[in-house]
């Protein structure tokens, strides 16, 4: 199958290299038959060597001084087309919300964000949790430790002596920008602790790094990876939502830097879920893709809420998979300017989202119905791994994604913890 281009109006501009890159430039494709521009900082990456994708990498694109000449330099070159500038990363969304708080970017360069101060605000997790307290919203019993907690040991011996839920606990940062910005040898995504000598280390690594943010200790929601959902949302410039898109989370990665990382989705709807959010991200007035990390407890039969990604989630072609192309609904608005038609949208239909093979499925979802479901949706073609795309086919990408994919058999084999 041959690749067929259009010329159009706009020229889709991304910023990373991963999956989440790879995907919306796939969105953009299948809808408008665009190649996508992306900067990202290495040779490597689903978007490297891609036929749908202009991949220019720059190990400093994530600086503000390489970002932003960058593009307004491409925006420039390309001044007879509008640009739809799109970030993949947390760190990749504050550079463009910054610059286009600032008037910093070229006339011809669109973004679907809103104020970066409401966007980094929302991304602070203890921020996040009084936003749900004020809208009903769910989420884990929650303990804020500081900075200042952690230099003084009474006051560390205190703040631990004072927790009231039960090991194994979730301690996660409240910053992920900055956590990231402070690398470490045992850093990772998130940690399971399970014993207070395993808490006080941890937490001595995490400010060893550099960093200064606060902590999240958290109340662990029992269960495995089946009880997990994670739902995309788009909220337009007047700060309505206009698609909500909610997936059944199968399997999660597990490795020390993708702990959390969805594996394998189910797209399935619950109007009682997505209700709450819907209220809290208009009542905000937020603009632009939301993601949340959502799982079931079952001790009281909630859903819990623990994050708020304010971008397209790095798992989104489960979204476009579903029919919900993520890319249209950016364009429709940012270039073409057309209502929304329905004003409202939610998913509804089953599809299969996975870069596991079939045999990690069928090793390691355990319940039995929801393991025979996503397979069913496999044998009848509504299942799609997204770095796979007919007609983008070059050797040395297609083995690179084949080795990704079939290191996923290690992987589960050393890090799955049911």
């Known amino acids: 199958m041959a690749l067929t281009f259009t010329e159009r109006e706009f020229i889709p501009v991304l910023l990373g290299g991963d999956i989440n ?7 953009f494709y299948e809808q408008y038959g665009v190649r996508s521009v992306a900067f990202g900082k290495y040779h490597t990456g689903p978007a490297f060597r891609s036929l749908i994708v202009d991949y220019r990498p720059n190990e400093r694109i994530d600086t503000r001084e390489v970002f932003l000449p960058t593009v307004n330099a491409f925006a420039r070159e390309h001044a007879d087309k509008k640009i739809v500038l799109m970030g993949c990363g947390d760190n990749y969304v504050a550079l463009i919300a910054q610059a286009k708080d600032k008037g910093e970017l070229e006339g011809n360069i669109v973004a679907p964000y809103g104020p970066f101060e409401q966007m980094n605000s929302c991304q602070q997790k203890e921020v996040f949790y009084d936003l749900c307290e004020k809208h009903g919203v769910p989420y884990p019993h ?17 703040a631990l002596d004072a927790l009231d839920f039960p090991y194994p606990m979730i301690l996660k940062p409240s910053d992920g920008i900055s956590y990231w910005e402070h690398p470490f040898a045992t850093q990772q995504k998130a940690y399971t602790i399970d014993s207070r000598a395993e808490l006080e280390a941890t937490i001595r690594d995490v400010y060893a790094s550099g960093y200064e943010d606060d902590l999240i200790i958290q109340d662990r929601v029992p269960g495995n990876d089946e009880y997990m959902r994670v739902l995309t949302s788009y909220s337009d410039r007047s700060g309505k939502v206009r698609m909500m898109c909610l997936g059944h989370v199968l399997l999660e990665e597990h490795g020390p830097h993708a702990q959390g990382n969805h594996a394998c ?24 893709f939301s993601n949340f990390d959502v799982k079931y ?4 039969g909630s859903f819990k809420f623990f994050d708020f990604n304010t971008r397209q989630g790095r798992s989104n072609y489960y979204v476009t998979g579903s029919g919900f192309n993520v890319a249209k609904y950016v364009v429709e608005e940012y270039v073409y300017n057309r209502p929304f ?8 239909e089953e599809h299969l989202w996975t870069v596991v093979p079939k045999g990690v ?4 979802v355990r319940d039995p119905e929801l393991r025979e479901r996503a397979l069913r949706l496999m044998r009848e073609g509504k299942g799609v791994n997204p770095v796979f795309m007919k007609g983008d086919f070059t050797l040395n990408r297609w083995l690179r994604m084949v080795h990704t994919t079939m290191e996923h058999f290690k992987i589960f084999k050393r890090y799955y913890r049911a």
Request: no cysteine.
């Open 21 to 27: 890159v790879y995907s919306v430039a796939r969105a």
């Open 142 to 158: 929650t303990f804020t430790f500081t900075a200042a907690m952690a230099a003084d040991p009474a006051k560390t011996a205190a």
């Open 265 to 288: 989705i189910i797209t399935e709807p619950n109007d009682e879920l997505t209700g709450g959010v819907r209220e809290l991200l208009e009542d905000l007035h937020f603009v632009g």
């Open 297 to 300: 407890d079952e001790r009281d």
């Open 341 to 348: 038609d329905p004003a409202f949208e939610t998913a509804r």
């Open 361 to 364: 499925i069928k090793r390691y």
